[in-house]
């Protein structure tokens, strides 16, 4: 698998950045136009739900997407000085949860080195009427 990794700051105004970032992936991969644009929404569902978590800080987003001709996985963590501890009690809201199911093939969230990881994974679909 290939990856790429991209830090910017846990704003709104800075998500263009990662949309772009999945764009360019998705283009090596030879993912239609409605799966790209499914997935820049996943992705931008993700980034909101990281800075949720962690609306104390709101430092920085760490996002990780790794590929190969059948697949791209994409991980959003938050960091910082700041950034808070991982705590059972942070979910996805239910809204969030219907748009990732509805988006993506596979998502969850796992806990690494003591941090929040939210992840998606889109399976290439090869029948542009798989969707």
């Given at each position: 698998?290939?990856?790429?990794?991209?830090?910017?700051?846990?704003?709104?105004?800075?998500?263009?950045?990662?949309?772009?970032?999945?764009?360019?992936?998705?283009?090596?991969?030879?993912?239609?136009?409605?799966?790209?644009?499914?997935?820049?929404?996943?992705l931008d569902e993700l980034c909101v739900s990281v800075m949720?978590?962690?609306?104390?800080?709101?430092?920085?987003?760490?996002?990780?997407v790794q590929w190969d001709a059948s697949a791209i996985r994409?991980?959003?963590?938050?960091?910082?000085?700041?950034?808070?501890?991982?705590?059972d009690g942070a979910q996805l809201t239910a809204y969030s949860q219907q748009i990732l199911d509805a988006l993506v093939d596979d998502h969850g969230t796992e806990e690494r080195d003591g941090l929040r990881v939210r992840w998606m994974r889109l399976q290439k679909r090869t029948d542009p009427g798989a969707l």
């Open positions: 698998m290939q990856h790429l990794q991209l830090d910017v700051a846990a704003e709104p105004s800075q998500l263009s950045l990662p949309r772009l970032l999945i764009g360019g992936v998705a283009a090596l991969v030879e993912l239609g136009v409605d799966l790209v644009e499914d997935l820049q929404l996943a949720a978590d962690d609306s104390s800080a709101r430092q920085r987003l760490n996002i990780v994409v991980e959003v963590t938050s960091h910082g000085e700041l950034a808070a501890p991982l705590t």
